[in-house]
C-alpha cells in the first residue's frame, strides 16, 4: 500500500515548466502563424510555459525565409545559463520546415521528454497559468448528468522529415590578393596574386579556425647607395598564416601567425662587373585580419609585422655594402574574393 500511495503522488506531481519567450518570423502567405508554432512546441514538450519576454528563462527565435520554391529556417534557442545552440532546417513546404524547427526547439529545451509523433491538426489550447494559492471547495448544486457528446474525429496529418542543413566541416575560398610589404630593402614592394582560404566550422565559444596560402607577383625596384646601384626586377612572394577568427554579424574579426618567403634576383653594377645574386629571405611574425562577408563573397583587410630569418646583405666588393635586409619587416593587404561550391 504504502509503494502503490507513493506511485500515486508522483504521477499527481505536475512536471515544473520552464517560463520561455517565442519570436516567430515567417512569411505571410503559405506559412502557419505564432500561434500555431507555439502550440506545436507545447505539444512536444510539457515542460515549457510561453511567457512574456521579462519573464522568461530561456528564448526561442525562429526565422523562415522563402528562397525560390523552397523555405530556409533556423532556430535559436538561448538559456540564461549563456547556452545558444543553433539549428537550420530547408524544404519544399513551409509547414514541414516550421513542424521541424518545433521539434529541434524541444529537443534543445527537453531533450529526455520530447515528444517525436506526428502533429494532429487542432492542437490543444495553452494550459491555463497556476494559481498562486488554490482557491476554497464551491459546494457545486446537484445536476442531472448529461449525456456525454461523441468526440470529433481528429485528422492526423503526417508530416514528411525535414532536412536539416547542418554548416560544412570544412569551408574553401579563393580570392585576389593585393600586398605591399617592406621585406627585401625596407622600401615598400607592392604585389598581387591568388589566396587559397580554409575556415573549420564554429566550435568552442563560436570561434573558427582559418588558414590561408597565398602566391604573389612583386615589381621591382633600384636601390642607389655610395657603394653602388642594386636592381631588382619581378619577384615571388609566398605566405602561410593560420589562426583563430569568431564572427560578429558580418564582420569577422582574427588573430593569426604568419611565415612570409620573397624568392629576388638582385643585380649589382660596381666598377666595370656587374654581380648578380638570388636570395631566399624569409620572415615571421603576428597577423591581424578584419573579413566582412555578403553571403558568400568576402572582402578582408589584414596588417602584420614580421622578424627577418635571414640578415642578408648585398655587397658589391670593394666598394661596400648597397643595402641590407631590414630586421623586421611590416606588411599590409585587401583581399576579395567567395567561396568555392
Not at 590578393?177 to 625596407?186: K, L, R
Not at 638582385?266 to 573579413?291: F, I
Amino acid at each position: 500500500m504504502a509503494l502503490l500511495l507513493t506511485l500515486v503522488l508522483s504521477a499527481a506531481e505536475p512536471p515544473e515548466r520552464r517560463p520561455v519567450f517565442v519570436s516567430f518570423e515567417a512569411p505571410a502567405e503559405g506559412c502557419p502563424d505564432r500561434t500555431r508554432y507555439e502550440g506545436e512546441l507545447r505539444f512536444r514538450t510539457d515542460r515549457i510555459v510561453i511567457v512574456a519576454q521579462p519573464e522568461s528563462t530561456a528564448s526561442v527565435a525562429v526565422r523562415i525565409a522563402k528562397k525560390g520554391k523552397r523555405f530556409d529556417g533556423s532556430v535559436l534557442v538561448t538559456t540564461n545559463a549563456g547556452r545558444a545552440v543553433t539549428k537550420k532546417v530547408s524544404g519544399p513546404k513551409c509547414e514541414s520546415v516550421t513542424a521541424a524547427l518545433s521539434l529541434a526547439a524541444a529537443l534543445v529545451l527537453d531533450p529526455e521528454g520530447t515528444k517525436l509523433g506526428v502533429l494532429p491538426v487542432e492542437l490543444p489550447p495553452a494550459p491555463p497559468p497556476a494559481p498562486a494559492e488554490p482557491p476554497p471547495p464551491v459546494r457545486e448544486p446537484i445536476v442531472e448528468p448529461t449525456p456525454t457528446p461523441t468526440p470529433p474525429v481528429v485528422e492526423v496529418v503526417t508530416v514528411p522529415a525535414p532536412t536539416v542543413v547542418e554548416p560544412p566541416a570544412l569551408t574553401v575560398s579563393l580570392l585576389a590578393n593585393a600586398e605591399v610589404s617592406t621585406t627585401i630593402s625596407g622600401a615598400v614592394d607592392p604585389s598581387a596574386g591568388l589566396m587559397l582560404e580554409l575556415t573549420s566550422r564554429p566550435f568552442t565559444g563560436q570561434l573558427v579556425s582559418v588558414s590561408r596560402l597565398s602566391a604573389t607577383i612583386g615589381t621591382g625596384r633600384t636601390v642607389s647607395a655610395t657603394a653602388g646601384t642594386v636592381v631588382y626586377a619581378f619577384h615571388a612572394n609566398g605566405q602561410l598564416e593560420s589562426g583563430l577568427g569568431r564572427r560578429f554579424g558580418i564582420i569577422r574579426p582574427e588573430l593569426l601567425a604568419s611565415l612570409h618567403l620573397t624568392s629576388v634576383t638582385l643585380r649589382g653594377q660596381g666598377a666595370d662587373e656587374v654581380y648578380a645574386s638570388t636570395r631566399w629571405l624569409a620572415d615571421v611574425g603576428p597577423r591581424a585580419r578584419v573579413s566582412a562577408f555578403f553571403g558568400a563573397w568576402e572582402a578582408s583587410l589584414a596588417a602584420g609585422v614580421g622578424a627577418s630569418l635571414t640578415r642578408e646583405q648585398y655587397r658589391i666588393d670593394p666598394d661596400g655594402v648597397v643595402f641590407t635586409v631590414p630586421p623586421i619587416a611590416f606588411s599590409a593587404g585587401l583581399a576579395v574574393g567567395r567561396a568555392l561550391p
